[in-house]
């Protein structure tokens, strides 16, 4: 088996197959920005009489990949010159993202692609997936083109469809970002997936995916609105995550970021294939205006990672979509009711404890159950903790104030008592009441474990 040739920055490549949502999302947005109109002319004007563009071979991207661009924005915001078209049904090229990209453009272009749709389907690996040619191993970006060629041209059922649908389910890592590689060849893929995962039927499996993914890929997108300001990265991370927000901010931070690259003759760059990606972005309709109903929440349990027993008196912070803080008690339940939809980062601290934080994306009148979070120890420290009784009666006593070394706490309602980041070794441990006989005892603390 082959392994595939990494592409130059044309991870370019793959920004085409936003068109497939997006085209019909853009057909029906309101009145189109000013950036849009400008730059969706100087693409026309790019278009010359035999169908290839004016300044493609200055571009980012390849012949192919600059006709198929554009081709797909102005079908979307204008009207596709037909040579134009002709130029993209030409090309012969046999690799998996050519013919991909071809028989998502031409069938957006009314053409029939069903011969290049056949074409594809030799191409599939054992494993379900698709590399990019025959016989190179697979990996998540080609067989994310397929599944939208596929999709596009009504054959997401096909038995071929749905092994590549398990591949790529294969490919998302634990942190919900997809494949390996550096973080501009993550998002790259992060993108595309989400976008084949919305061109196919929805299913729990699938619904479950597109939370892992856009949820990794909300993390990466910067405070000035960008993906690693990456123009390109950022308009095709956009147009695969804008579906499934409701966070307006997301949407507002990109359209600025993008708008703010914009020449004065409406290009990108000057830049056809650039040009055309971000058209698309910038023409995702806006989430729509509704009235917040809080019928969701957030549910869980906190634990200590090692005795996997409740973890009482974790501070847990939402915030995002709205804010909240809650405390655990003794069975380190987490419970955030009557929350509104959207995005939410998550934040859990205890003291003598890593810190976890997480992104999720809530739907609307879903309870989603984040499962159970296991802290990990501080190992530079550790963690004194227990109960004071009464020793004649053995009922806890609340009030007691524990003291190892020069650190201190009082004892709960339940008689508890917890001192975090003690310093390893010997320590003393006193427990003293009024009324009672104060107490002390020695032993021994271990960094990153609990005396």
């Known amino acids: 088996m082959k392994h595939q040739a990494h592409r130059n920055f044309l991870e370019v490549a793959f920004a085409v197959l936003c068109s497939v949502l997006v085209i019909g999302q853009a057909r029906a947005a309101t009145t189109p920005s000013p950036a849009v109109v400008n730059g969706t002319k100087w693409l026309q004007s790019q278009v010359q009489a035999d169908g290839t563009l004016l300044n493609e071979a200055l571009s980012i991207a390849t012949p192919l990949q600059n006709r198929a661009e554009s081709l797909d924005t102005l079908n979307a915001l204008a009207t596709a010159p037909a040579p134009l078209a002709d130029q993209v049904a030409a090309d012969t090229t046999d690799n998996t993202e050519y013919l991909a990209r071809r028989a998502v453009t031409l069938s957006l272009a009314g053409r029939d692609a069903s011969s290049i749709v056949q074409q594809l389907l030799p191409k599939q690996n054992p494993d379900g997936g698709f590399g990019g040619a025959t016989g190179y191993s697979s990996d998540p970006l080609d067989t994310s083109l397929v599944m939208l060629a596929l999709a596009q041209n009504s054959q997401s059922a096909l038995p071929a469809a749905q092994n590549a649908l398990s591949y790529l389910l294969t490919t998302i890592q634990s942190d919900g970002g997809v494949g390996a590689g550096s973080d501009s060849q993550r998002i790259n893929a992060s993108a595309m997936a989400l976008l084949a995962l919305q061109s196919f039927p929805q299913s729990l499996t699938t619904a479950n995916a597109l939370k892992q993914v856009s949820s990794w890929l909300l993390l990466k ?61 910038l023409s995702m309709p806006a989430p729509a205006a509704t009235t917040a109903t809080a019928s969701s929440a957030i549910t869980g349990l906190v634990v200590d990672s090692k005795t996997t027993a409740a973890l009482a008196g974790a501070t847990v912070t939402l915030s995002g979509a709205a804010t909240a803080t809650l405390t655990t008690g003794a069975d380190g339940k987490i419970n955030f009711p009557s929350l509104v939809a959207g995005t939410y980062n998550l934040q859990i601290t205890s003291a003598g404890y890593n810190t976890y934080t997480n992104t999720y994306v809530l739907n609307t009148s879903q309870t989603l159950n984040i499962g159970t979070i296991a802290l990990t120890q501080v190992s530079t420290s550790g963690i004194v903790s227990g109960t004071v009784t009464d020793a004649a009666t053995g009922k806890p006593l609340a009030g007691a104030t524990v003291t190892v070394n020069t650190a201190s706490a009082v004892t709960d309602v339940n008689g508890n008592y917890k001192i975090a980041n003690v310093t390893p070794g010997t320590v003393t441990l006193s ?21």
């Open 221 to 281: 997108q910067g405070a000035d609105g960008s993906w690693l300001g990456n123009s390109n990265l950022t308009a095709l991370s956009f147009a695969a995550v804008a579906p499934l927000t409701t966070d307006s901010t997301i949407s507002t931070t990109a359209t600025a970021y993008l708008t703010g690259l914009q020449a004065a003759d409406g290009s990108w760059a000057e830049d056809p294939f650039l040009t055309a990606v971000v058209l698309r972005a």
């Open 431 to 451: 427990a003293a009441m009024t009324g009672y006989t104060t107490v002390s005892v020695t032993g021994s603390v271990v960094g990153g474990e609990t005396l």
